[in-house]
Nanobody, 119 residues
């Protein structure tokens, strides 16, 4: 059974930091590209960051570049999102996504974790 379980969300003040984790099971994690998305109230889900299967390549949305960093530990089947200098506009539910499989069209989503940035 495929599972992606996010954790690490919460309430933080502007300028603060959080580290999100996404623990994967039920598929060959090290073969999958991983990504973080977020969805704010009343807005569409947007891509935040992505990382290659080996972890050697990463990309980040312009809105978070220099503040967020995606990483992964294939030995622990976990992908992370380190978030620093958080802003109120970062408030959203954060989801991890896995993409891969033999034809590259397997897509799995986690249930999301809430991040609220507020004073």
């Amino acid at each position: 059974q495929v599972q992606l379980v996010e954790s690490g969300g919460g309430l933080v003040q502007p300028g603060g930091s959080l580290r999100l984790s996404c623990a994967a099971s039920g598929f060959t994690f090290s073969s999958y590209v991983m990504a973080w998305y977020r969805q704010a109230p009343g807005k569409e889900r947007e891509w935040v960051a992505g990382i290659s299967s080996s972890g050697g390549n990463t990309n980040h949305a312009d809105s978070v570049k220099g503040r967020f960093a995606i990483s992964r530990d294939n030995a622990k089947n976990t992908v992370y999102l380190q978030m620093t200098n958080l802003k109120s506009e970062d408030t959203a539910v954060y989801y991890c996504k896995a993409n891969g499989g033999s034809r590259g069209d397997d897509v799995y989503w986690g249930q999301g974790t809430q991040v609220t940035v507020s004073s």
